[in-house]
């Protein structure tokens, strides 16, 4: 089966500007990840959906951030004002959802890198 | 809350060598721990997970990590590194579905260099 796409895989943007990341999960992967993973850190989540509603999204800076999923299946994440300390590699990741079996067929992505100067 | 400890921002090992990453965990409920591998600009791929079954659990790559409730603990362990498994290894957990999510939460990583 396919993996989880990403694009861009590196984009170079100045503080300020605006910028978006697009993800498509796997197929019939019902539960989709944003996670942000600054240099040296591990990866933090910023937003989960299930279909095309949100999960949880209390760590996602709702000032600059926002991301949306509107047909369940692929999805974007946008910063704007991006700012430097949004410098980081942005992974999407996707599972089924399977009970019992806690992140049944969780893939990650490739991520792609953002610089900001 | 969840909280991931990774022993260890770098660890260095000859080739042949014992490989062993440390991770503690706290966890008010029955954790799920997870281990992924981070190759150079790529995305993370999961070595091992423990989800309650056999404390020792088997992943990719001959890699292997025990479950120790008592210690808190859930430490990577290869018998003999090979230059290929130089990478950032990361530790993770998660609640038992039925209270969670599935949302992971990270250690720091542990970056492992292996010497010829």
């Known amino acids: 089966e396919a993996g989880v796409a990403q694009s861009p895989r590196y984009k170079i943007i100045e503080k300020r500007q605006s910028v978006a990341f697009w993800c498509n999960p796997i197929s019939g992967h019902a539960t989709l990840y944003w996670y942000q993973q600054i240099l040296g850190q591990g990866p933090k989540l910023l937003i989960q959906f299930q279909n095309n509603g949100v999960v949880d999204d209390s760590q996602l800076p709702k000032d600059r951030f926002s991301a949306e999923r509107l047909k369940g299946v692929d999805s974007t994440l946008k910063i704007q004002p991006a700012k430097l300390e949004d410098s980081a590699v942005y992974l999407c990741a996707s599972s089924r959802i399977r009970q019992g079996v806690p992140n049944y067929g969780y893939t990650f992505g490739s991520g792609t890198r953002l610089t900001v100067v | 809350a969840q909280s991931v400890t990774q022993l260890g921002s770098h660890v260095s090992v000859s080739e042949g060598a014992l490989v062993l990453l440390r991770c503690n965990y706290s966890s008010s409920v029955p954790p799920y721990l997870f281990w992924y591998v981070q190759y150079p600009n790529q995305g993370l791929q999961l070595l091992l997970k423990y989800t309650s079954a056999a404390t020792l659990v088997k992943g990719i790559n001959g890699f292997e990590a025990e479950f120790k409730k008592s210690e808190t603990s859930f430490h990577l362990t290869k018998p003999s590194a090979h230059m290929s498994d130089a990478a950032e290894y990361f530790c993770?957990?998660?609640?038992?579905?039925?209270?969670?999510?599935?949302?992971?939460?990270f250690g720091k990583g542990t970056k492992l260099s292996v010497k010829p």
């Open positions: 993770a957990v998660t609640e038992s579905y039925g209270g969670s999510q599935g949302n992971l939460i």
